[in-house]
């Protein structure tokens, strides 16, 4: 190839090999080998239109590479946990194009049925399977099975490869969340620690541990390992949003042009949301007592509220109410 040549599109080629493949079928050539060549074409496709955020056209892709292929095979259960993926994030790009609209948003756990069966086939061919564990555990707290998400994500976390793996600290935040919601508060504070002594700029895991009423101090000693103390937990004054504080005191001004004192007769009381990560908030609960079950978002970090909802908590407030409601649906925490 000559330098500055344009690059081959995978996506074509990997379409014309799969409809070749197939072509070659309906003229009579049925071999196992055709079959999973044409099947192994088809899954390259699918990931192609993956990449390129095509996720109906890569659902379609997957699902022709799958019946084509065989089922025991390892690479059938690769492609079945790419299928798995493919299907969530076709769900997410679903449930994001509704929320900024007024349509009718789907019920999520219709729309997992179909991942978590895939995934759950995937484990059952492969235990050790430490991504779909992951994933299988995540799409099972969303539904509120916090039980068998725990032993998923617990699973996926001893799968790990130590502390220095990077997907780790994930997985072992997520199994604190599912243990959170099973209230068992020593082993999510556990979690939650070993979270921060691999990844020490871990938010979400900070600020649960906060709303545990533990803070931590993360130094350096010389010889480089994370060391972690605990000290007093802070008054739950402290706790407060950073955007709930800075919207609680409002200035009047006189006519006269002068600064008048605030008006503390008729302004109201503070509210304080103490923060916790998103997983504790998201539907269908139990939630923490101190949660204000109508006003969940609002005990989200102003980051991960941006992450979440999509905009700042001023722009959120500013927004009319079925336009704050589809926000809430589609993110469970209406």
Do not use: C
């Not at 005191?249 to 004192?261: I, K, L, N, V």
């Amino acid at each position: 190839t000559k330098s500055g040549a344009a690059a081959p599109n995978k996506e074509a080629d990997h379409e014309r090999a799969a409809q070749a493949f197939e072509a070659a079928m309906r003229a009579g050539d049925r071999t196992p080998a055709t079959r999973q060549l044409a099947s192994l074409a088809s899954s390259l496709h699918a990931d192609a239109l993956a990449r390129s955020k095509r996720f109906e056209a890569a659902v379609a892709a997957y699902e022709r590479a799958l019946a084509l292929g065989e089922p025991g095979a390892a690479s059938s259960t690769t492609m079945r946990y790419n299928y798995a993926l493919t299907l969530m994030q076709r769900q997410q790009q679903q449930q994001q194009a509704s929320s900024s609209s007024s349509s009718t948003i789907r019920d999520a756990d219709d729309d997992d049925d179909a991942p978590l069966a895939q995934l759950e086939a995937v484990v059952a061919a492969d235990a050790d399977h430490a991504e779909a564990r992951h994933a299988l555990g995540l799409l099972l707290l969303r539904r509120g099975d916090y039980e068998t998400a725990a032993s998923h994500l617990g699973r996926a976390v001893d799968l790990a490869d130590g502390v220095e793996d990077p997907a780790y600290a994930e997985r072992r935040y997520n199994y604190g969340v599912a243990v959170l919601k099973l209230r068992r508060t020593g082993a999510a504070t556990a979690a939650f620690r070993d979270v921060l002594t691999s990844r020490p700029d871990h938010a979400q895991a900070a600020e649960a541990l906060t709303a545990l009423g533990v803070s931590l101090s993360v130094d350096k000693p010389p010889g480089g390992r994370v060391a972690m103390t605990t000290t007093p937990p802070r008054p739950a004054a402290a706790a407060v949003s950073p955007h709930a504080a800075a919207t609680t005191t409002t200035t009047t001004t006189s006519s006269g042009g002068g600064d008048a004192p605030p008006d503390t007769t008729s302004a109201a009381a503070p509210r304080h949301y103490p923060i916790y990560p998103y997983e504790a908030l998201r539907a269908p609960g139990p939630f923490p007592d101190d949660v204000r079950v109508g006003e969940r978002e609002m005990h989200l970090s102003d980051e991960e509220f941006v992450r979440v909802i999509g905009v700042t908590k001023d722009v959120f407030a500013q927004q009319p109410k079925w336009k704050k409601d589809a926000k809430k649906r589609a993110s469970q925490l209406f």
